[in-house]
């Protein structure tokens, strides 16, 4: 019940500042973006707290305390998933013709900013609500159900049809690195690494796209690249070990 009610009050939320807020600033401009970003995720934390249990820290297991073995797999765990689904993402958005902002990050002070607002803010206050939260409060169903339907519930937060895949995919790998290590700031570190390597390779190359040309050879290694990334990662994610819940 908690969760549902979490996840419905985020979405509403979302929906109300993105179609009846936002829409009434020049949001063509960056700046104004980050702004629009860090209000949006002001909100999201503002409903943690509404929602939060107790004792958030020994709940969620909030610890600053990682193994280095563990922090190393994430590390490596990021580095495969960009690799192997990233072109599964341009492929859906080929297939379906989705459509997303394109973003241009104009000087250091831009790109600083965006680190801040799109990686920090997203991958600390959204895994307080969506493997905190949202997961804590779907385990009572089963750890199959908790992955898939969190993950699900991250994915469709995202209203953007071009990340939907993508999305759902890291949703799974999220919540299993969260019950497998009980520590909620490994995933926080795995979703900053993904973001982080977004905005700066959005930076370095001036664009976020990635065109291909998507002929019958670029399908197939697409999906062999994928099914391979996925083995490894499970094998990857089988090894992370459980760490002492924070005091």
């Known amino acids: 019940m908690k969760a549902g009610l979490c996840y419905l009050t985020v979405i509403v939320s979302a929906l109300v500042l993105q179609l009846a807020v936002f829409p009434q600033f020049n949001v063509k401009n960056l700046w104004v973006n980050i702004g629009c970003i860090c209000g949006l995720y002001a909100v999201y934390l503002a409903i943690f707290f509404a929602f939060r249990d107790r004792n958030p820290i020994r709940t969620y297991g909030?610890?600053?305390?990682?193994?280095?073995?563990?922090?190393?797999?994430?590390?490596?765990?990021?580095a495969l998933c960009i690799c192997s689904f990233m072109l599964l993402q341009f492929a859906f958005v080929a297939l379906f013709k989705a459509q997303s902002q394109e973003i241009k990050i104009n000087g250091w002070g831009q790109y600083f900013a965006c680190v801040f607002a799109m990686a920090v803010l997203p991958a600390v206050i959204e895994e307080l609500v969506f493997r905190g939260i949202i997961l804590h409060n779907l385990k009572k169903y089963g750890a199959v159900v908790a992955v898939l339907a969190s993950a699900l519930c991250f994915s469709l937060f995202h209203m953007n049809p071009a990340q939907l895949v993508?999305?759902?995919?890291?949703?799974?790998?999220?919540?299993?690195?969260?019950?497998?290590t009980g520590n909620l700031v490994l995933a926080m570190l795995l979703h900053f690494l993904n973001?982080?390597?977004?905005?700066?390779?959005?930076?370095?190359?001036?664009?976020?796209?990635?065109?291909?040309s998507w002929d019958a050879t670029t399908i197939i290694a697409t999906i062999l690249l994928?099914?391979?990334?996925?083995?490894?990662?499970?094998?990857?994610?089988?090894?992370?070990?459980?760490?002492?819940?924070?005091?």
Not at 166 to 180: E, H, S, T
Not at 226 to 246: D, P, S, T, W
């Open 62 to 78: 909030i610890s600053p305390r990682i193994k280095p073995s563990n922090a190393a797999r994430v590390v490596f765990i990021t």
């Open 166 to 180: 993508y999305q759902f995919i890291l949703g799974i790998v999220f919540a299993i690195v969260v019950l497998k």
């Open 195 to 212: 973001n982080f390597f977004v905005i700066t390779y959005t930076f370095i190359t001036g664009s976020d796209r990635l065109a291909f």
């Open 226 to 247: 994928a099914f391979l990334g996925a083995v490894v990662i499970m094998g990857q994610l089988g090894n992370l070990k459980k760490e002492r819940n924070a005091e």
